[in-house]
Structure formats: C-alpha cells, structure tokens
C-alpha cells in the first residue's frame, strides 16, 4: 500500500496535516489513527481465524459422512423372539 507513495508525497501530506489539524492535535490524531488500525487488524485476523476453524469443521463433517457412508452396514445380531425357549439356570440357595 506504501509502496507506490515516495517520500516527497509524505512530506507533502505531513505538511497539509500540519496545516490542517495544528501540531498541538497531529500527536492525538496520530495516536487514535495507530489504535483505529490495530484494531482493524485484530478484528480481520479474529474473522480470518473463525473462517478457517469453521473451513475446518466443515471439512471434518464432510470427512465423517464419507467414511459413514463408505463403510458397510454391520451384520445384523441375533436376538431371540419370545416363542423360543430361552434356558434359564436356576441357582441353589438352600447352602
């Protein structure tokens, strides 16, 4: 962003700040402009870190269906219905 402006264009914009603001408000201005842009960058890599979580969960979910739906169903387990006969082991108490 700086790149393309030289130093006799930051001279120039000192200058009309100067001119403009004082140079009892240029500290104050320069002060709230320097928090204003940590804030901003704080802000933005807050959001660029949220986005990536949120990428990452969602590429995680897309893994799990996939390997759900890949694997095959498991064998079904026997379980015996209510018409069978179902033996029973009586346990001798009189001791």
Do not use: W
Not at 2 to 19: H, R, T
Not at 70 to 92: F, G, N, T
């Amino acid at each position: 962003m700086l790149g393309s402006i030289g130093m006799p264009e930051l001279i120039i914009i000192f200058v009309i700040a100067l001119i403009i603001f004082g140079p009892r408000k240029l500290p104050e201005l320069g002060r709230s402009l320097g928090k204003s842009i940590a804030e901003f960058k704080k802000a933005s890599n807050e959001l660029k870190s949220t986005l990536e979580e949120e990428i990452r969960l969602e590429e995680q979910r897309s893994t799990l269906e996939a390997s759900k739906t890949a694997a095959p169903p498991a064998a079904p387990v026997a379980v015996p219905h209510a018409e069978e006969a179902v033996p029973v082991h009586k346990v001798d108490q009189s001791a």
